[in-house]
């Protein structure tokens, strides 16, 4: 017997102005006119992706006391330009990223909500934390909670806004011709909660929305992360793009499921994944490395090689060799924001490791950097990446993949053009969507109104 080939799921994600985005390159568009979104969209929709995805940005990131060049554009609000796309997208999923740090319950239930009234039912939130005193600094709350206050909070705010959108059941408004619409309940929306976090009573406002709830994302790659995953997300998000790492990371979420009573085909596993795409793939390769030079500047290089070493190293050349200092391991002062944070927990291990592997290939502190910050996840023809592609799903490395292009709006095209027709082919992706909602996109059981089935994955 033939075991069914699993269907691929696809996402792209507008990645606004960081260092995976080659900004300079003169067919990059805005990235933060509603055009350039409404470009992205509407080729994901052609290409009948599952959806876009917006992350957020809370604050804009300092170094060395300077705004961080990557961050100039600004960071619009996710909420007002998925609510836009709905109007110009018919099936397109429309994923936000929203903050459970700084937010509250009542406010985010009533946004997603009206987004997925709004869609049709097309809405998805990314729930995420925030770590840092920086963005704390925006905030009446100020401040920062620490790693498992953090995810204890996230789990009670998630806990409930499942509680306020499950507070109408979905039956409650019958329409009258003589009188107008009305609630046949009284009682319909009522909530009261009380935890250590949050303590709300009173009526919530908008009726049951077309999923019930919007689809859970989240992003956390911690023992945290993971285990908040497995009880209480649809999809996570995941940087393990490669078939030894992917297949290590899916199998420990999906291992956790079972013990809050789900099924693996509950959540879905779904890396970041950037693209090159060439006529043959030694053009592909390239290009590729032509991309990576314009994505790492010589100024960037200095100033991913400053987060590492916690110093001004404003005086040396990239294209000359590592300082011959050594990092500083105290605080970190270089850097405010998401690289205030150390991304590696032992940065003289890290730096040796760095000194050696530039000794070894003879290479400068931006050729290093590039090397060290990889981003082409699929580099070749259209057939090279479609078969990587469906090679990494059929082995239990991801579900699908969340594509990055470098160029925005239009990097998205060629991929649509190109390599989406080369899987449907193969019959593992979509020639036109089945459902109209989200759920129904990635495959996910629909809920019964008023269920109770979310406060019950994450008691």
């Known amino acids: 017997m033939t075991t069914p080939r699993k269907q691929i799921h696809l996402a792209a994600h507008f990645p606004g102005v960081n260092n995976t985005t080659v900004w300079s390159d003169p067919r990059s568009g805005s990235h933060i006119e509603f055009s350039s979104f409404a470009h992205l969209a509407r080729t994901a929709e052609r290409a009948k992706f599952d959806f876009l995805f917006l992350a957020e940005g809370l604050r804009l990131r300092e170094q060395n006391g300077q705004i961080y060049d990557l961050d100039v554009v600004g960071r619009p609000d996710t909420f007002t330009v998925l609510a836009a796309l709905a109007a110009v997208t018919d099936r397109l999923g429309l994923a936000g990223t929203i903050n459970s740090t700084f937010n509250e319950p009542y406010e985010v239930a009533r946004q997603f909500a009206s987004l997925d009234h709004l869609s049709g039912g097309r809405a998805a939130w990314n729930v995420v934390t925030s770590w840092d005193a920086f963005t704390g600094e925006n905030f009446r709350r100020g401040g920062f909670l620490p790693q498992e206050a953090r995810y204890e909070r996230a789990r009670t705010f998630l806990q409930t806004a499942w509680e306020l959108f499950d507070s109408w059941r979905g039956d409650e408004i019958v329409a009258d011709k003589e009188s107008g619409v009305f609630l046949t309940d009284p ?8 935890d250590a976090h949050f303590g709300i009573s009173g009526q919530f406002t908008v009726p049951r929305s077309p999923q ?12 945290e992360g993971r285990e908040f995953a497995a009880s209480s997300a649809d999809a996570i998000f995941s940087r393990h793009g490669t078939l030894e790492d992917g297949q290590a990371f899916y199998a420990d979420v999906k291992g956790r499921l079972a013990r809050y009573g789900r099924s693996p085909d509950q959540l879905l596993i779904l890396p970041a994944a950037t693209f090159v795409l060439g006529d043959t793939d030694a053009d592909a390769q390239e290009l590729a490395r032509e991309v990576r030079f ?18 001004d190293l404003s005086g040396y050349d990239p294209d000359g060799p590592l300082p011959d200092i050594d990092p500083d391991p105290g605080e970190n002062t270089i850097a405010r924001g998401r690289a205030s944070v150390r991304m590696h927990r032992d940065p003289l291990a890290i730096a040796a490791q760095w000194r050696a592997r530039a000794e070894a290939g003879n290479l400068s502190i931006r050729e290093l950097i590039i090397e060290v910050t990889g981003r082409q996840t699929f580099v070749g023809a259209p057939a090279t990446v479609a078969d990587a592609i469906n090679t990494l799903v059929q082995a239990d490395a991801s579900d699908g993949f969340i594509l990055v292009p470098h160029i925005t709006p239009g990097g998205l095209d060629e ?39 979310g406060r019950e994955a994450a008691s």
């Not at 009682?187 to 009380?194: C, L, M, N, P």
């Open 294 to 311: 314009q994505q790492v500047s010589g100024q960037t290089a200095i100033k991913f090689l400053e987060q590492l070493w916690n110093r």
């Open 415 to 453: 991929f649509a053009d190109r390599v989406v027709p080369l899987l449907q082919e193969r019959g593992v992706f979509r020639t036109d969507y089945k459902g109209s909602t989200l759920r129904e996109h990635l495959g996910l059981a629909p809920l019964p109104a008023g269920t109770a089935a």
């Open 212 to 223: 019930g709830r919007p689809v859970i994302f989240q992003a956390g790659d911690s023992e």
């Open 187 to 194: 009682g319909a929306g009522r909530f009261a909660h009380s």
